[in-house]
């Protein structure tokens, strides 16, 4: 097996793609959704008013649950909900 010398510049390259990598990793890390979420992260989410929410809870459209007097949504189903209500115009 030959031997090969590492230089200055294959450890640069090195450092580089590392850096990069964990960049990429802290990135996505803030990207993950978490599962329960309170009724101001909806809103935030939807762009929408407490009282749109209020509405969306009372019609049945949002599910939630109630822990305490704090509402909780389930982030897939938020998700969801906006699937089944997507339009599509077809021109």
């Excluded at 990429?24 to 990207?31: A, C, R, S, T, V």
């Excluded at 978490?34 to 935030?44: G, P």
């Excluded at 809870?57 to 704090?70: A, D, E, H, Q, S």
């Amino acid at each position: 097996m030959g031997e090969r010398i590492v230089t200055t510049d294959d450890l640069y390259e090195f450092k580089m793609n590392l850096l990069e990598e964990i960049k990429q990793l802290f990135q996505n890390q803030g990207k993950m959704e978490k599962k329960w979420i309170r009724s101001n992260e909806v809103r935030q989410l939807l762009g929408i008013s407490p009282g749109t929410l209020q509405n969306l809870r009372i019609n049945g459209t949002l599910p939630y649950t109630k822990i305490g007097g704090v509402l909780y949504y389930e982030y897939h189903e938020i998700m969801q909900v906006l699937e089944r209500n997507k339009i599509h115009n077809h021109i």
